[in-house]
């Protein structure tokens, strides 16, 4: 049985954000790391794994070859194997493009109807959450997203999908596609053991060249000139006038402090 | 040094772990009750870390010394008694089973040992038996009514964790008519056979949650399957551990160090004197740049040191006493300094440097004193 | 005529998505109704909602109420409940027979589940989470202005662009990007709660609302996954979106979590408030998700934002920076918070707050 998990190397948004003149990210500046969510798919995957025999995880990564380093990080922590999807082609992708190229790479790979596709819920640079829904429409499977428990009994998932006032409990078979939040589980570390033995797994990189034959791959369905969606301009907020440092932080300070809101009448 | 990719992951990993298992919360209860913390010792042990210079085929994760002495700076930056909890295993307790257990002795001690199911410690000091460690009293000696059994009499002292201990190799003579270090040799002591008791635990000035005390054996009958490596000649295999106890202490004592540097940067950067942050003044700046070359100074002789290990180099004893002498003592004069840096601060409990502080003191202590490593090094240079 | 997601001239309308739970609708509903009015308007052309349920007609004047022209219904015993294969079955046949130019969802957990499967499905694109829906261009450059630091009128504009401009933060709101969809239709957008504002209630228009009741069909054989139980959770949902006064503490309350929020909350209940808190206090495990405020928690635009001991990483900045007031307490004085306050105090939050709370007090006359 595999087991996919769909990852992304996102920046460090934690971290301090550089931006260029021209309005947009200055990624190299900034520290990569693996998405948060996708952690926790990762950990759903190897749980299950542990649990059937005769399965494997195997993480797929549409990014730069710089993302090595974090698959290399997430064969350490215990998946088998892993999938490299990347190309100049595939560049500029929205998350309608992105949904087709990963779908591809997973056909490509090879489906099963016993398997399971887990994903993130969303990515914390793009925060669209649509990349996990849109491959499973790719892949013409269910989807359950916002798990925040799941069960599996023999080709059936039963799965707690939050809700923001409760959840429901929905039930689906294999093959399907699960989006994980932070509530499911706590990601494993990785192992010394792990890592002394990451670089003996299987690792395969998928170009344009080994996905073009797949009908989902188009010239014109990929890449930037294949996105539906463009941006038309991107630009940084306005930076507030700047505020005030009151001084000291005594009770001469508070009090100033509320005299002003009670002029303001903001209370 | 430059490290490696695969030892740049380790330390990603040791670090993660530390920094989020080790609480504040965790770090405070130990600190008050001074008792050992068993739910952090099987997280611990579920990580792997209880077994990291350990192979593999005896359950270990099969790391290098460089691996090691990467767990111990980690784990240390955080805490420093946490970090003892993961090394004991690794090295003096160990030690001993991986330089000269048999087979059996090694699936029947080592492999739990290195799974974190079992603790065994390390029992040489006594309490006149310190610095001059071949001047052991404890005696091991046939019984005569059972050829197969020894009898140990003796008492042990400063010994790390022997209140909570499964088993501990205990150093006794066994030949009386030799003198000094030699004679001496090796048992694995099960602490639950009749005759063990513990002393109370010590009360420490740090180091508070592993607890330390005293091993006295009275009549104690110990199998001789259980005598551990070649009779008389325990106190080589003695030294050889410590050489390993050796570089994981200056690890500890440079993971100390460099949280304690960290905490004064970030306090220098937010106290405010005379209008300015005091970082300001080059009297604190100038502090701070001392601190941060020692570290570094300490970081690669201590790297070094692991590289000359894996590749058991002969230098390698003179170097661990060097890397331990060095950063024991750089890491004491480091945490003076961050004290210093936080002012009336730094006497508080509630500011971390506080119990780095105190922490530290006993780095240039335990495993062997500055002075011996003194004389080890002297030693070398002089033949 | 074969659907074709490419011949824009086909499209025409504003349609949008009214989820209902239990028979109730969500208040994204009277938000994106009310915004769906005004893009109706300039482009001349009638609003509809489409609602799937089993037997909702009767909330057909609730959404008239905002302004929808008209409520298309699709009522089914499998639609009661939310399933992502029967839904996006309907509402694709909806879109194929309505063919609307904009398809706006409210990005509750159930429109962010649905609307990625719609769009892929129908091979158009989709702008989540967006805070500005603009035709116009001269409506756009107007909110650029005022929004961003471009300089506008230095610029060269296609002035008759009429492209949806969908505008959303990205990067944890450091950065906002105006993202069209221009050679496909219907172009796509989610909403969160909270973010666009409900119009004031027509009666009117509320009983001039028509109603279609829509051809459902569906097949059994395409549901693949089954609601075995909708389960409600009993705890008091905190309601940051409402609130004109959030009082939010982050990692500054440490030494004592329990006393820190205590004291917050005292703070709040005097000003009328309700306690956020920073990611940090959340993951911790000292409050429950429901008061996170920041790019993963919710976006809120109170009249009063206080932190305390928050330090102001980029995501809690981005869900709280457009509060009209903003207050931070935080004993290091170059923490980033302060640079999108509008007073701050440098002090310990621990001797702070209690004078807030008595001046508080004295200030409400209590």
């Known amino acids: 049985m595999n087991i996919f998990v769909c990852v992304k190397q996102v920046p460090d948004t934690t971290g301090k954000v550089a931006v260029k003149e021209d309005g947009t990210l200055d990624r190299a500046s900034m520290a990569t790391i693996t998405n948060p969510d996708d952690l926790n798919a990762v950990e759903a995957a190897l749980t299950l794994r542990d649990q059937i025999a005769d399965s494997k995880v195997i993480i797929v990564v549409m990014g730069p070859p710089a993302a090595a380093s974090m698959i290399h990080e997430l064969l350490a922590m215990g998946a088998d194997e892993a999938v490299l999807i990347s190309g100049r082609e595939f560049g500029g992708s929205d998350t309608f493009a992105t949904s087709q190229i990963i779908a591809a790479g997973i056909k490509t790979y090879g489906l099963g109807e016993g398997d399971i596709v887990f994903c993130g819920r969303q990515a914390i640079d793009g925060d669209t959450a649509q990349v996990g829904p849109q491959i499973a429409e790719k892949l013409g499977i269910p989807q359950i997203t916002y798990a925040a428990g799941i069960t599996y009994d023999g080709g059936k998932l039963t799965v707690k999908r939050m809700l923001e006032d409760g959840y429901m409990t929905v039930e689906t078979q294999t093959p399907c596609l699960i989006t994980c939040i932070k509530e499911l589980n706590k990601p494993r570390y990785m192992s010394i053991k792990g890592i002394l033995e990451f670089d003996t797994k299987p690792y395969y990189v998928y170009d344009y060249e080994k996905l073009k034959d797949d009908p989902l791959i188009e010239a014109d369905t990929i890449g930037l000139k294949g996105s539906p969606t463009n941006i038309f301009k991107s630009f940084t907020p306005p930076q507030k006038g700047v505020g005030q440092m009151l001084e000291g932080s005594g009770k001469e300070t508070v009090d100033k402090l509320f005299n002003i809101l009670l002029e303001k009448h903001v209370i | ?383 | 005529m074969a659907y074709d997601c490419t011949d824009l001239t086909a499209f025409e309308g504003v349609m949008v998505f009214c989820e209902q739970r239990g028979g109730k609708l969500m208040s994204t509903d009277f938000e994106l109704i009310s915004e769906g009015r005004k893009l109706a308007d300039e482009r001349s052309v009638e609003l509809t909602g489409v609602l799937l349920g089993d037997g909702v007609e009767g909330l057909v004047p609730e959404l008239g109420g905002y302004g929808a022209d008209r409520i298309i219904v699709c009522n089914d015993p499998r639609l009661a409940n939310y399933t992502t294969d029967a839904y996006a079955d309907v509402i694709t046949d909806v879109i194929h027979t309505e063919k609307p130019e904009i398809f706006l969802v409210g990005a509750s957990n159930i429109g962010r589940d649905l609307a990625p499967r719609l769009a892929a499905r129908l091979h158009t694109g989709l702008t989540a989470d967006c805070t500005h829906l603009d035709i116009d261009m001269n409506k756009y450059l107007d909110f650029l202005r005022t929004g961003s630091t471009l300089k506008v009128d230095d610029m060269k504009w296609k002035m008759e662009d009429i492209n949806l401009k969908m505008t959303r933060p990205a990067f944890g709101g450091h950065l906002l990007a105006t993202i069209i969809c221009p050679r496909f239709r219907p172009c796509m957008s989610t909403v969160r709660p909270g973010v666009m504002k409900k119009a004031p209630f027509d009666e009117a228009r509320a009983a001039a609302c028509k109603t279609t009741l829509f051809d459902v069909k569906l097949d059994d054989a395409r549901l693949k996954t089954k609601v075995l139980e909708v389960v409600k959770e009993a705890r008091n949902i905190v309601d940051l979106l409402g609130a004109e006064v959030i009082v939010s503490v982050g990692q500054g309350i440490a030494n004592d979590p329990q006393k820190g929020i205590a004291m917050a909350q005292e703070l709040a209940d005097v000003l009328g408030g309700v306690v956020g808190a920073s990611r940090a206090v959340v993951d911790a495990g000292w409050i429950t998700a429901d008061h996170q405020v920041g790019q993963t928690g919710k976006t809120v635009r109170p009249k009063i934002y206080i932190a305390l001991g928050i330090s102001g990483a980029i995501q809690h900045k981005a869900g709280m920076q457009d509060s009209e007031l903003i207050i931070a307490v935080n004993k290091n004085a170059l923490a980033p918070i302060f640079e999108v306050a509008d007073y701050g105090i440098t002090g310990d939050l621990w001797k702070v707050v209690p004078m807030m709370i008595d001046a508080a007090k004295a200030a409400k006359g209590v």
Not at chain 2, 83 to 96: E, K
Not at chain 2, 250 to 269: D, N, P, R, T, W
Not at chain 2, 289 to 301: F, K
Not at chain 2, 325 to 344: D, F, L, P, S
């Open chain 2, 1 to 383: 040094m430059i490290l490696s990719e695969k030892y740049q992951m380790m330390r990603k990993f040791y670090r993660e772990f530390a920094e989020t298992e080790f609480t504040s919360e965790l770090l405070d209860e130990l600190e008050e009750t001074g008792e050992f913390n068993w739910d952090i010792f099987h997280k611990i042990a579920a990580a792997g870390l209880t077994g990291v210079k350990i192979p593999q085929e005896y359950g270990g994760q099969g790391g290098d010394y460089l691996a090691y002495t990467l767990m111990m700076e980690e784990l240390s930056r955080v805490s420093a008694v946490l970090a003892i909890y993961a090394n004991t295993s690794n090295s003096l307790g160990g030690g001993p089973l991986l330089y000269c257990a048999n087979e059996e002795q090694k699936q029947k001690y080592l492999v739990p040992v290195a799974k974190g199911e079992k603790i065994i410690v390390f029992g040489l000091t006594e309490p006149g038996a310190g610095s001059d460690a071949g001047g052991t009293q404890t005696t091991a000696l046939p019984d005569p009514d059972d050829p197969d059994y020894y009898i140990l009499n003796g008492r042990k002292t400063f010994i790390s964790a022997a209140p909570v201990a499964d088993w501990a190799v205990i150093y006794a003579k066994t030949d009386l008519s030799q003198k000094g270090s030699k004679g001496i040799s090796m048992f694995i002591l099960d602490m639950k056979l009749p005759g063990v008791s513990v002393g109370k635990h010590e009360n420490k000035m740090g180091i508070t949650g592993y607890p330390t005390s005293d091993i006295i054996m009275d009549n104690v009958r110990v199998h001789k399957s259980d005598l551990l490596g070649p009779l008389h000649k325990g106190f080589i295999t003695a030294m050889k551990t410590l050489n390993g106890g050796r570089l994981g202490t200056a690890a500890q004592a440079l993971g100390i160090a460099q949280h304690a540097l960290e905490e004064a940067v970030k306090f220098s950067k937010e106290r405010v004197q005379f209008g300015k942050p005091i970082c300001r003044n080059q009297g604190i700046s100038f502090m701070l740049a001392d601190m941060a070359t020692e570290i570094e100074a300490a970081r690669q002789l201590i790297y070094h040191t692991a590289e000359c290990m894996i590749a058991d180099t002969p230098d390698v004893p003179q170097l661990c006493s060097m890397a331990k002498y060095y950063a024991t003592e750089m890491a004491n004069r480091v945490c003076y300094k961050a004290v210093q840096i936080h002012g009336g601060y730094g006497y508080i409990k509630e500011y971390p440097v506080e119990r780095l502080y105190r922490d530290v003191r006993i780095t240039t202590i335990f495993e062997g004193t500055s002075q011996v490593q003194q004389m080890v090094i002297s030693g070398a240079l002089l033949k």
